[in-house]
């Protein structure tokens, strides 16, 4: 309910630009031809699960092609495309995403790059706080502090808990109130 004499509401600068970009974004290419419409929507889907680190939905995808697009026909052609290629596109918790084939597994461990998939690297010594932390638990960091016989710095909690390893938890009894990670 507005008040009399009051315009309605303006959306704001985020929701414009998003609408924006939707009426600009041409999901549908009714401009190409039917193969080159096609071959696009081919390119995108795979561009999607390239570039994502987890499975892509079947709704993500149809963010991208049009309304008539058989987003399980792409699936299909696109894993026909690949069938020569070291990498391959895998139905997986509820989406697809792009897999290395299992046997060059040896291949890439031999060559010691650096993956995607995997846990976060850790440092030793944020391994050990995090070790620390799971075994003190409910644990300050000036605590942490005490038990390495050095400071931990607010860096190494902040990468523990950006990682997802860690929470805060409750503020200490103590002076100054600590959180307890």
């Known amino acids: 309910m507005t008040m009399a004499g009051a315009s309605a509401p303006k959306p704001n600068r985020g929701q414009r630009k998003g609408r924006q970009e939707e009426l600009l974004y041409d999901r549908e290419l009714e401009d190409l031809p039917a193969e080159m419409r096609w071959r696009e929507w081919m390119m995108r889907v795979e561009a999607v699960m390239f570039a994502s680190a987890e499975p892509v939905t079947r709704e993500t ?10 987003i399980d026909l792409l699936i299909d052609d696109l894993s026909e495309e690949l069938r020569d290629r070291p990498y391959e596109l895998v139905a997986v918790a509820g989406g697809w995403q792009h897999r290395t084939r299992p ?7 031999a060559s010691s790059a650096p993956t995607r998939g995997g846990a976060a690297a850790l440092s030793e010594f944020e391994a050990m706080v995090l070790m620390a932390v799971g075994y003190f638990q409910p644990v300050t960091r000036g605590e942490l502090s005490t038990i390495f016989g050095k400071e931990v710095s607010r860096d190494t909690i902040g990468n523990l808990r ?10 200490s009894p103590t002076p100054g109130a600590p959180i307890h990670t």
Request: hydrophobic residues 35%; contains cysteine; proline residues 4%.
């Open 61 to 70: 995808l149809a963010r991208v092609v049009g309304k008539d697009c058989s």
């Open 103 to 109: 046997r060059f597994a040896e291949t890439i461990r």
């Open 162 to 171: 950006g990682a997802g390893f860690i929470g805060s938890g409750p503020r």
